[in-house]
């Protein structure tokens, strides 16, 4: 498994599956044409980039380039990385017909293909790493298999100015991309002191 430095943005989540198995690293997704909309998600990969890296891993076709094209004006070019897969005519094996251009997608791409790609990208290495916010974590604060863990998240994602709408594991990924550990819990702990529970809602609370 390669274990690299920068975070990778693929399209769609089973782009992002295809990869999980090979890297060691967050995986964000664009939702398509969806990251186009979502400015709060454009928010957080700009962060993301600016603190670790990011590497842009699109299809080849042309809905590809566009959201590649969308990354590449959003983000500060020093902070982007760009991976590119080959055209290999074919269908991945879930979809009844090939795209329109007729070729395989990230999802259907051979797996050393894929690590081929991110190494000619210029994927840093990473050496040993700070021990990351875990599962064990957000369960501890209340963030996860609570009954009022989706609204905890939110609340927090809303204070620390991260998307609302994200799931434990994506929070998990976002936070190890922007924080270390002790900075994470330090800075819900901070939360806790003024509001309360984790956090508490209050009126004017902002990133």
């Given at each position: 498994?390669?274990?690299?430095?920068?975070?990778?943005?693929?399209?769609?989540?089973?782009?992002?599956?295809?990869?999980e198995p090979l890297v060691d690293a967050p995986i964000?997704?664009?939702?398509?044409?969806?990251?186009?909309?979502?400015?709060?998600?454009?928010?957080?990969?700009?962060?993301?980039?600016?603190?670790?890296?990011?590497?842009?891993?699109?299809?080849?076709?042309?809905?590809?380039?566009?959201?590649?094209?969308?990354?590449?004006?959003?983000?500060?070019?020093?902070?982007?990385?760009?991976a590119y897969i080959p055209d290999v005519p074919g269908k991945e094996r879930r979809k009844k017909t090939p795209s329109r251009a007729g070729t395989l997608g990230v999802e259907g791409m051979d797996p050393e293909v894929l690590r081929a790609a991110l190494r000619r990208a210029g994927a840093t290495e990473r050496?040993?790493?700070?021990?990351?916010?875990?599962?064990?974590?957000?369960?501890?604060?209340?963030?996860?298999?609570?009954a009022d863990s989706a609204g905890r998240r939110r609340r927090l994602q809303k204070a620390l100015g991260l998307p609302e709408r994200l799931s434990a594991?994506?929070?998990?990924?976002?936070?190890?991309?922007?924080?270390?550990?002790?900075?994470?819990?330090?800075?819900?702990?901070?939360?806790?002191?003024?509001g309360g529970e984790v956090p508490a809602e209050q009126e004017g609370a902002g990133g």
């Open positions: 498994m390669l274990e690299i430095r920068e975070a990778i943005v693929v399209e769609g989540r089973y782009d992002k599956i295809a990869l964000f997704t664009t939702e398509g044409f969806g990251i186009f909309r979502d400015r709060d998600k454009m928010e957080l990969l700009r962060r993301v980039a600016e603190r670790r890296g990011l590497i842009v891993l699109t299809d080849s076709d042309g809905a590809g380039l566009v959201i590649r094209n969308r990354l590449r004006g959003c983000i500060p070019a020093e902070h982007l990385k760009h050496g040993e790493a700070a021990p990351p916010v875990t599962k064990g974590d957000l369960f501890a604060l209340g963030l996860s298999g609570g594991n994506a929070l998990l990924d976002a936070v190890n991309c922007l924080y270390a550990r002790e900075e994470f819990l330090s800075a819900v702990k901070s939360l806790q002191e003024q």
